[in-house]
C-alpha cells in the first residue's frame, strides 16, 4: 500500500511550526500515530490540544515532535497540493458527460473528470458516489464533511447503471442511506436526458428522494448540455419549447406538495428550462435562499433583484457615455431588460447589448460561462461597441484573464480595439460597471 508522505512547502512566520524548527521539504510521516491521507485527515487531528508529530528530514533523519498547544490553534504547516492528496478522477462514462463532448486541442485540465467527495465539500462539486468506499462514506460522517453535492440523475438503480456506464452505479445509491443515517446534510442534482430519465422516471426519482428530507436541502433538475461534438456517443435530442413546459409543471407541482409539508420548495428547475419553455424565472422565494445557485439555479432572478434594488434609489443625471455588454443567449433577455431600465434614468448612456451564439460548441450551449473568445472576436467585430465593451466574469478562468479557448482579455481587447472590462456577478456591479463607477 502506498504510504502517505507529505511534503512541507511553508512555514508561516511566528508558528508553532518554525518554533519547533520544521522547514520547507520536510516531510510530514504521521500524527499520533496515525498516517494522514489528505487535508481532511491532518484537520482533524491537528485539532487537539496534545499531538505528537512525526516529522523526516531531507537527509532522512526523523524527529518526534510533542506540542502543546491551544484546541483552535493552527500549526503553521503549508502543502503544495490543497487536498495533500491526488485528485480523484472519474470511472464512469455518462451518456451525457460534457467533457467527452469538447474539441481536441484544449487545455488538458479541461479534460480532466473529477469525481471527487472531497472536492464537493470543499468546491460544491456533484460526485457520483461510484468511485467512494465505505470507508470513505465513514470518514464524511466522522469529519461532518458537509454538505455533500449528489448527481443522482434518477433512483432508478438499473437506470442508473446505464446512465453512468457504471455496472456498480445502482449499488452506489446505497451510500445515500449510509449518509442519511449518518445525518450528513446533501444537494442533488439530475441532469435531464430526453427519452431516459424524463417523464415517469423523473416523477419516481422525486418521490423517492423526498425520503431523505430533511437532510436532503435540495435537487436541482437540469437540462443535459449538447455540443455539436457528439459523434460517436449515446444519441441524445434536445428538449423543446412543450417538453420544457411539461417539465417545469412536474417540478412546480412537486414544489407545491413538498412545500405544505416542509416549508421549502426542494426540487428546482435550471434557468435554462425557462429560457426554453420562454416563461419568466420564479421570484425569489421559490429559491429557498439560492441554494442551488452555482449549479444555475435562480441565477437569472439573483442578478434582476440584485439590479432593482441597486436600481431603485439611482437619482438619475446627463452623463454622456457610449459601451457594449456582450452575453450569451441564457442571460441575454435580462441584460438587455436591465440596460433598457438604466436608460430611463441615464438617457445619455447607450448600451448596446450583444447575445453572442455559441459558434465553438454550438448554438444549443446558452449560458456564458462556455462562451469562447473567438466567438466574442469574430461576432463583435464589425459592431458598434462604444468606448468600452464589458463581459461577464465567469466567461473567464477563476482568478485568471484567460478564456476556455485560451485567449486573454487583453487577445479580446486588442482584436476589437477597445477595453474590455470584466464584470463580477452582482446585479449592482452591473450597474457600477455602466455608469463607470
Not at 195 to 215: A, C, F
Not at 302 to 326: C, H, N, T, V
Request: charged share 30%; glycine share 8%; proline share 4%.
Amino acid at each position: 500500500m502506498k504510504r502517505h508522505e507529505h511534503i512541507v512547502s511553508g512555514v508561516l512566520p511566528g508558528s508553532i511550526a518554525e518554533e519547533m524548527g520544521i522547514e520547507p521539504g520536510d516531510k510530514l510521516l504521521s500524527i499520533d500515530g496515525q498516517e494522514i491521507t489528505d487535508i481532511f485527515d491532518y484537520q482533524f487531528y491537528v485539532e487537539d490540544e496534545e499531538i505528537l508529530l512525526l516529522i523526516e528530514k531531507p537527509d532522512g533523519e526523523q524527529w518526534e515532535l510533542e506540542i502543546e498547544k491551544e484546541a483552535d490553534e493552527q500549526l503553521g504547516l503549508e502543502f503544495g497540493e490543497g487536498l495533500m492528496d491526488e485528485y480523484r478522477s472519474c470511472y464512469n462514462k455518462c451518456i451525457f458527460c460534457f467533457i467527452d463532448q469538447m474539441p481536441p486541442g484544449m487545455r488538458d485540465t479541461l479534460y480532466f473528470k473529477d469525481d471527487d467527495s472531497r472536492l464537493s465539500f470543499l468546491q460544491g462539486n456533484y460526485v457520483t458516489l461510484t468511485n467512494m468506499s465505505d470507508h470513505d462514506i465513514e470518514r464524511i460522517i466522522r469529519y461532518r464533511l458537509e454538505p455533500i453535492n449528489i448527481s443522482f440523475q434518477t433512483t432508478n438503480p438499473k437506470l442508473r447503471c446505464r446512465m453512468l456506464h457504471n455496472r456498480f452505479a445502482g449499488d452506489a445509491l446505497k451510500k445515500v442511506d449510509m449518509l442519511y443515517q449518518g445525518g450528513i446534510e446533501m444537494n442533488g442534482q439530475i441532469v435531464l436526458c430526453k427519452g431516459v430519465n424524463d417523464g415517469e422516471e423523473l416523477e419516481r426519482s422525486i418521490h423517492d428522494l423526498t425520503g431523505y428530507l430533511p437532510l436532503l436541502k435540495s435537487v436541482s433538475v437540469v437540462p443535459v448540455g449538447l455540443s455539436k461534438y457528439r459523434e460517436g456517443l449515446y444519441p441524445l435530442e434536445p428538449f423543446t419549447k412543450e417538453e420544457a413546459k411539461e417539465v417545469l409543471k412536474v417540478i412546480h407541482r412537486w414544489q407545491e406538495k413538498i412545500y405544505a409539508e416542509y416549508g421549502l420548495h426542494f426540487i428546482h428547475a435550471g434557468d435554462e428550462w425557462y429560457l426554453l419553455a420562454e416563461e419568466e424565472v420564479p421570484e425569489a422565494k421559490r429559491y429557498d435562499g439560492y441554494i442551488q445557485l452555482e449549479n444555475g439555479v435562480g441565477m437569472l432572478r439573483l442578478l434582476f433583484d440584485e439590479f432593482q434594488e441597486g436600481y431603485e434609489p439611482l437619482k438619475g443625471d446627463g452623463r454622456k457615455a457610449e459601451l457594449s455588454i456582450a452575453t450569451a443567449k441564457l442571460a441575454y433577455p435580462y441584460i438587455r431588460r436591465m440596460a433598457e431600465k438604466l436608460g430611463e434614468k441615464f438617457p445619455n448612456i447607450c448600451v448596446h447589448v450583444y447575445c453572442i451564439r455559441n459558434d465553438f460548441f454550438g448554438e444549443r450551449i446558452t449560458v456564458s460561462g462556455l462562451v469562447t473568445a473567438q466567438d466574442i472576436m469574430a461576432q463583435l467585430k464589425d459592431k458598434e461597441l462604444g468606448e468600452r465593451l464589458l463581459l461577464p466574469c465567469n466567461m473567464l478562468k477563476a482568478d485568471e484573464d484567460i478564456f476556455l479557448d485560451d485567449y486573454t482579455v487583453k487577445d479580446v481587447s486588442d482584436a476589437l480595439q477597445v477595453p474590455v472590462h470584466i464584470v463580477k456577478s452582482s446585479g449592482q456591479d452591473l450597474i457600477d460597471a455602466v455608469l463607470g463607477q
